[in-house]
């Protein structure tokens, strides 16, 4: 269990990693995939069938594609001349490990302050469907009309760029 | 004796694995499983080439592969000498590490489809809980490959190639995972044995398989378009195109790079085939009770086949969409009928049974079809056929 916890921690840093300080911007987009599908391991190593698949499903079948597409369509996958990393990468840098230190605390704290559960529970996919359209039924409808909101001002974007060139 | 045949496979495993310490013996029958389909699957790759070399000579008036072999059957064997003996060529701009690592992720991610799906009585490698859900992740990570293939050859055939193939997988991937989601709005579950079962069972001599219920039927169809669709397969194979990007996003793939490609191709025509079988006809199941006794896996291979040689029979018959065709189609019919079926099945679900749903159900679906097909048409200002040839 552990050697495959830090065989797949390992593949998900480094794609990480790889994201960061590759050159060719389309690399850095296959370095996020490999991280994905690291995080996606993960999900399944601690038993969330449903958490793993919906990330293989959704990350690496739909968002690596569109950052691809977005990567592609906009300016080319060329090294940029000035490198890159941008001026405040410091800045950046102190802003996320600070982030990072914390969920890292309040992790550490969670395992204190929760009582500790004699066994994992077992989810199964079936109960998260039945949660799903029971008790978070509204949430899910919220997010169902955010979504359909979203598409709805994609095509209209898309429409009125064709009414102008006409 | 039939029960013996019917189990064969499962019998033949644990007999081998009786040999080893029982400690080994879990992990040596998954291996023992992976081994058979990774056999089973490229010999069955082997013989569809040919038979749909031949098949499409038949269909075209010429003889197809004759000089290998009795009646060129060993056409594949030589096909695989070849391409194991050709030059394998990157091409000198080409990214050489992601060129590699295309045909291998495309190749490894249609193979993890085959672990869920159901080839036989008890014949699965992994009952999951969730194995459709595994399915349809496996089948969105090719996308990935495709890209990475058509990028990494720095050709301009290829990256349209591969964008004509990710912006068609995508737009039917959407009516793909739609109209199966009604199989798992009845069965109750994602499992697909758990969605044999629930079709293995007869009124009378005939099954209860879901294609033959409105709902069913419909969602079949729409599967089987967005299926073939999926696969690159005609009349949907603009990706590779030949007249128009010689062979889309693997132009620059040779010797067995290009080969894995073709398997990875063909065997996804397998996989989601086995899955359209799953889903709407029943798996491994008979197609009448009083036919039970067949062992439950050559059922299983016999609608895959069938449903391979529908393949190749539009092949023969259908001519290649336009783009803005096959996207308007996605759009603007498929993808709003299995909407459309979505709540035609929640009613189903929800009325008794009877005769009057199967009345209900099916108005709605011939209904909003020939709406649907009409309004579209009406769009399109058609008159009458007319023929002009060539002075």
């Avoid at chain 1, 916890?5 to 850095?28: E, M, P, Q, W």
């Avoid at chain 2, 495993?13 to 992990?27: G, K, S, T, V």
């Avoid at chain 2, 040919?50 to 096909?79: I, S, T, W, Y």
């Avoid at chain 2, 001599?205 to 073939?228: C, Q, R």
């Amino acid at each position: 269990m552990s050697v495959i916890f830090f065989l797949v921690a390992a593949l998900t840093v480094a794609g990480g990693l790889a994201a960061v300080l590759f050159k060719n911007t389309v690399h850095c987009a296959l370095a996020v995939t490999v991280a994905f599908a690291g995080l996606a391991l993960l999900f399944l190593s601690l038993d969330a069938q449903f958490a793993g698949f919906a990330q293989v499903l959704v990350y690496i079948g739909a968002v690596a594609i569109l950052v691809v597409f977005a990567i592609l369509l906009t300016r080319g996958s060329e090294t940029p001349q000035s490198g890159v990393f941008s001026k405040s990468w410091f800045t950046g840098l102190v802003i996320a490990a600070g982030i990072f230190a914390v969920l890292g605390w309040a992790v550490m704290q969670s395992a204190h302050a929760l009582p500790q559960q004699a066994a994992a529970p077992a989810v199964t996919v079936h109960d998260i469907g039945v949660a799903l359209v029971g008790r978070y039924v509204l949430p899910l409808e919220i997010v169902a009309l955010l979504l359909t909101a979203a598409t709805i001002g994609a095509v209209i974007v898309a429409l009125h760029e064709k009414e102008r060139t006409q | 004796m039939a029960d013996k045949l019917d189990q064969i496979f499962i019998l033949l495993r644990d007999w081998l694995i009786h040999f080893l310490p029982a400690a080994l013996r879990p992990f040596a029958a998954v291996v023992l499983g992976v081994v058979a389909i990774v056999c089973v699957f490229p010999g069955l790759f082997a013989l569809t080439t040919v038979f749909e070399r031949k098949g499409l000579g038949r269909m075209q008036n010429r003889l197809g592969p004759n000089r290998v072999g009795p009646f060129g059957f060993f056409q594949p064997v030589a096909d695989g000498i070849k391409s194991l003996t050709k030059e394998d060529i990157v091409p000198l701009s080409a990214d050489a590490v992601v060129h590699f690592l295309a045909p291998l992720v495309l190749v490894v991610a249609v193979f993890m489809g085959f672990a869920v799906l159901p080839l036989g009585r008890n014949m699965v490698l992994v009952d999951m809980d969730a194995g459709l859900l595994f399915f349809f992740a496996m089948g969105a990570s090719t996308e990935v490959s495709i890209f990475m293939a058509g990028w990494s050859s720095r050709n301009k055939y290829s990256i349209l190639g591969a964008m004509r193939a990710i912006a068609q997988m995508i737009s039917y991937e959407v009516p793909l995972l739609l109209s199966s989601v009604t199989v798992v709005m009845i069965t109750g579950s994602l499992s697909l044995t758990k969605i044999v079962e629930a079709q293995n069972h007869y009124t009378g001599v005939f099954p209860n398989w879901y294609v033959f219920t409105p709902w069913g039927f419909a969602s079949f169809l729409m599967f089987a378009i967005a299926a073939t669709a999926e696969t690159n397969r005609t009349p949907f194979d603009l990706p590779e195109g030949e007249s128009e990007l010689v062979a889309g996003y693997f132009t620059e793939y040779s010797g067995f790079k290009f080969a894995l490609f073709f398997l990875g191709e063909y065997l996804g025509m397998f996989s989601i085939s086995g899955l359209g079988a799953t889903l709407f006809l029943g798996g491994w199941s008979a197609p009448f009770s009083f036919l039970t006794w067949v062992p439950s896996w050559i059922w299983f291979f016999s609608k895959d086949m069938a449903a391979i040689f529908i393949f190749i029979w539009m092949r023969g018959t259908l001519p290649r969409l336009r783009q803005d065709q096959l996207m308007n189609f996605a759009w603007k019919f498929v993808l709003p009928f299995t909407l459309l079926n979505l709540l035609v099945t929640a009613l189903w679900r929800f009325m008794d049974g009877g005769w009057l749903r199967w009345v209900v159900c099916s108005a709605i679906l011939a209904g909003a079809y020939v709406l649907m097909g009409r309004t579209g048409m009406a769009r399109k200002n058609y008159g009458p056929r007319s023929y002009r040839y060539a002075e």
